[in-house]
C-alpha cells in the first residue's frame, strides 16, 4: 500500500481492515472499513494525527507507507489524538517505546484516558479550542467537538492548507480503492453512501445534537479537503458529507424519509402470516418498505434503516410471557440509538399467554413513538386480524406521508 498526497508535506498513512471481525465488537463490516492516519509535514516539525490499532498488521502496514516517504515513527515530533478510542489509539505504548521524546496533544478530558488506557502520562499535553501548534509553514488548529464520537474529541484544522482532521466524523464503513472523493468509480459511490448511512447510525446516532453543534462550530471555517479516519478524503466535495451528516443528525427527531423500516420475527409462522399483506398494503401507498426478518438480520442492518425511517413496523410474536428475545434485542439497539418520533404499528401472535405487548408499550413510551394501531392475536390470524392490518398499515402510511411532507 502508497501512502496518499493530500497536498505537499500532508499524507495519508492507513490501513485496510477486513471482514472477519467486528467493528466495536458488535457492528459487522461486510466491506471493511479503514483506519487512517496522516502525516503533517512542516519546515521544524512533523506530526502524526490519530493512530491505528493493530488489526492485521495494521501498523506493519503504516510503517511501511512511513518508511516510503523516508520516515519512521522516531521522526514524530508530535502526535495528534482527536480521539481516544481504541481504533485510533491502539498501537500507542508501542509508539511510545519507539519515540519516547514525542509529545501527545490532546484535549483536556483525554489525558486521564491516556493514562487509565496505556499507563502513559510523559509528554501528554492537553490543548483547548483555538490552540495552534506551529510545524514551520504548516499550522496544526485544534478545536474541541465534544461527543463526535466521545467527550473528549476533537478535530484538527491545518489553516494554510484547509484540510481538517475530523477523526470519527464524516466517516463511513467500507474499504475503497481510492483514496478520494473525486476518484470514486460508480461502484465504489454505491457502497460509500450506504455506508456511511450505516456508519452513522452505529456509530454516531446517538449522538446527533452533538454532530448538529460539531458541524455549527465549523461554519466559519473554510474547509477545502475533510479527511476522516474511517473512509474517503473528500476533496471535491467536502460539503456533500457535511450535509449528509446534518441530514442524518436531523432524522434523531423525524421526520425522516418517506420510508417504512418493516422488521420481524417469528417462530412458527403465525407472526409471519401478516407479513406479506402489510407489505402489500404499503407499497400500494407507494411508499419505500425496507424489510428484515430477525434474527436472521443484524441490528446494525436494522438500525441503519430505522434511523432514515419515518415509520416502523414491528412483528414480534410473545416468547415465555414476554417479548421474542431478538426484537427486545433490536428495541433496545434503537433506544440507544434514540430513534425518536416514529410513526409505528405491532403486531404479532402469541400461543398460551400474551405479554409481548406489556414490553413493548415501555419503547413507545420513551422514544416517543406515535403508535397507530396493535394487531395482537392467538395463534394464527383471522380474517378479522388480516383487515385490522390492513386498515392499520393505511393509517401508517398516510400518517407517514404527510409527515415527511411536512
Ligand atoms: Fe473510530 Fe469512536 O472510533
Same mark, same amino acid.
Given at each position: 500500500m502508497k501512502p496518499d498526497m493530500l497536498v505537499p508535506g500532508i499524507h495519508r498513512v492507513y490501513a485496510r481492515i477486513g471482514d472477519r471481525d467486528l467493528f466495536e465488537g458488535i457492528w459487522p463490516i461486510p466491506h471493511g472499513v479503514l483506519l487512517n492516519s496522516y502525516v503533517v509535514q512542516g519546515s521544524a516539525k512533523t506530526a502524526f494525527?490519530?493512530?491505528?490499532?493493530?488489526?492485521?498488521? &495494521?501498523?506493519?502496514?503504516?510503517? #511501511?507507507?512511513?518508511?516510503?516517504?523516508?520516515?519512521?515513527?522516531?521522526?514524530?515530533?508530535?502526535?495528534?489524538? %482527536?480521539?481516544?478510542?481504541?481504533?485510533?489509539?491502539?498501537?500507542?505504548?508501542?509508539?511510545?517505546? #519507539?519515540?519516547?521524546?514525542?509529545? @501527545?496533544?490532546?484535549?483536556k478530558k483525554a489525558v486521564?484516558?491516556?493514562?487509565?488506557?496505556?499507563?502513559?502520562?510523559?509528554? /501528554?499535553? &492537553?490543548?483547548?479550542?483555538?490552540?495552534?501548534?506551529?510545524?514551520?509553514?504548516?499550522?496544526?488548529?485544534?478545536? #474541541?467537538?465534544?461527543?463526535?464520537?466521545?467527550?473528549?474529541?476533537?478535530?484538527?484544522?491545518?489553516?494554510?492548507?484547509?484540510?481538517?482532521?475530523?477523526?470519527?466524523?464524516?466517516?463511513?464503513?467500507?474499504?475503497?480503492?481510492h483514496c478520494f472523493d473525486d476518484e470514486l468509480t460508480q461502484e465504489e459511490w454505491d457502497l460509500l453512501i450506504p455506508e456511511t448511512e450505516r456508519y452513522y447510525a452505529n456509530i454516531v446516532s446517538s449522538f446527533s445534537q452533538f454532530v448538529q453543534r460539531g458541524i455549527q462550530k465549523l461554519?466559519?471555517?473554510?474547509?477545502?479537503?475533510?479527511?476522516?479516519?474511517?473512509?474517503? /478524503?473528500?476533496?471535491?466535495?467536502?460539503?456533500?458529507?457535511?450535509?449528509?451528516?446534518?441530514?442524518?443528525?436531523?432524522?434523531? %427527531?423525524?421526520? &425522516?424519509?418517506? #420510508? @417504512?423500516?418493516?422488521?420481524?420475527?417469528?417462530?412458527?409462522? %403465525?407472526?409471519a402470516a401478516l407479513v406479506p399483506i402489510i407489505k402489500q398494503a404499503l407499497e400500494e401507498e407507494h411508499?419505500?418498505?425496507?424489510?428484515?426478518?430477525?434474527?436472521?438480520?443484524?441490528?446494525?442492518?436494522?438500525?441503519?434503516?430505522?434511523?432514515?425511517?419515518?415509520?416502523? /413496523?414491528?412483528?414480534?410474536?410473545?416468547?415465555?410471557?414476554?417479548?421474542?428475545?431478538?426484537?427486545?434485542?433490536?428495541?433496545d439497539v434503537l433506544e440507544r440509538s434514540h430513534v425518536n418520533n416514529r410513526k409505528v404499528m405491532r403486531f404479532g401472535s402469541y400461543g398460551w399467554s400474551g405479554g409481548a405487548q406489556k414490553q413493548f408499550d415501555p419503547f413507545v413510551e420513551a422514544l416517543k413513538w406515535d403508535c397507530l394501531g396493535v394487531i395482537e392475536y392467538q395463534g394464527a390470524p383471522t380474517e378479522e386480524d388480516k383487515r385490522k392490518a390492513v386498515a392499520v398499515a393505511k393509517a401508517l402510511a398516510k400518517s407517514v406521508k404527510e409527515w415527511s411532507d411536512s
Open positions: 494525527i490519530d493512530l491505528v490499532k493493530d488489526w492485521e498488521g &495494521a501498523v506493519g502496514s503504516v510503517k #511501511e507507507q512511513m518508511a516510503s516517504l523516508g520516515l519512521s515513527f522516531k521522526d514524530i515530533d508530535y502526535l495528534v489524538l %482527536n480521539h481516544m478510542e481504541p481504533d485510533h489509539t491502539g498501537s500507542l505504548a508501542q509508539l511510545c517505546e #519507539e519515540n519516547p521524546q514525542m509529545q @501527545i496533544l490532546c484535549t486521564p484516558l491516556v493514562k487509565a488506557f496505556y499507563g502513559i502520562e510523559k509528554n /501528554v499535553r &492537553a490543548v483547548a479550542s483555538k490552540e495552534s501548534v506551529d510545524l514551520g509553514g504548516k499550522t496544526l488548529v485544534f478545536e #474541541e467537538t465534544p461527543n463526535i464520537h466521545w467527550p473528549e474529541t476533537m478535530m484538527t484544522y491545518v489553516p494554510e492548507d484547509k484540510v481538517l482532521f475530523s477523526c470519527d466524523a464524516f466517516g463511513s464503513y467500507g474499504q475503497y480503492a461554519a466559519g471555517v473554510e474547509i477545502k479537503m475533510i479527511a476522516p479516519s474511517h473512509g474517503v /478524503v473528500w476533496r471535491k466535495d467536502p460539503a456533500k458529507v457535511i450535509d449528509l451528516y446534518l441530514k442524518l443528525a436531523r432524522y434523531m %427527531n423525524g421526520p &425522516a424519509e418517506k #420510508e @417504512i423500516t418493516f422488521v420481524y420475527s417469528s417462530m412458527y409462522g %403465525n407472526t411508499l419505500t418498505v425496507r424489510l428484515h426478518e430477525v434474527p436472521k438480520d443484524h441490528a446494525s442492518f436494522v438500525l441503519s434503516s430505522a434511523w432514515r425511517s419515518s415509520g416502523l /413496523v414491528i412483528g414480534m410474536p410473545t416468547y415465555e410471557y414476554r417479548m421474542f428475545p431478538p426484537m427486545y434485542h433490536i428495541l
